[in-house]
């Protein structure tokens, strides 16, 4: 860097970037899940796009969402959102918002198979 560029002052530093990803493939018929969702602790940073269960089994963690798993048996086996937002759930439960309706790009969402699909009755993917 030539001190001169920025007459005499430090030049601009480190330079971070941030990816954007759309999940959406299109901004018509998109619908929010009204109230949103409490995201279970523990889970880590989850991405947007990732498609969410809820727990329905009795304890302490019922009506609490966490990352949908089709091989759980708590009640997180039906896909019931998708995430719009990271969320970092590493240290506290943590409210969320999330698409219960919408056109997406499938190969942008994490955890989407066929039965999440199915579930998703409101949701196309592309």
Request: aromatic share 6%.
């Amino acid at each position: 860097m030539i001190q001169s560029q920025y007459n005499g002052a430090p030049g601009p530093g480190t330079v971070y970037t941030q990816e954007f990803i759309e999940v959406l493939a299109s901004t018509d018929l998109q619908a929010k899940l009204p109230g949103g969702i409490l995201l279970k602790k523990g889970q880590g940073v989850l991405k947007k796009g990732t498609v969410i269960g809820k727990i329905t089994a009795a304890g302490a963690d019922k009506d609490k969402a966490v990352a949908y798993k089709a091989s759980a048996n708590d009640g997180s086996e039906v896909a019931l959102c998708i995430l719009d937002n990271d969320c970092d759930t590493t240290l506290s439960d943590i409210g969320a918002s999330a698409w219960i309706a919408g056109i997406f790009t499938e190969s942008k969402l994490t955890g989407i198979d066929t039965a999440a699909k199915t579930a998703l009755k409101l949701c196309y993917f592309v």
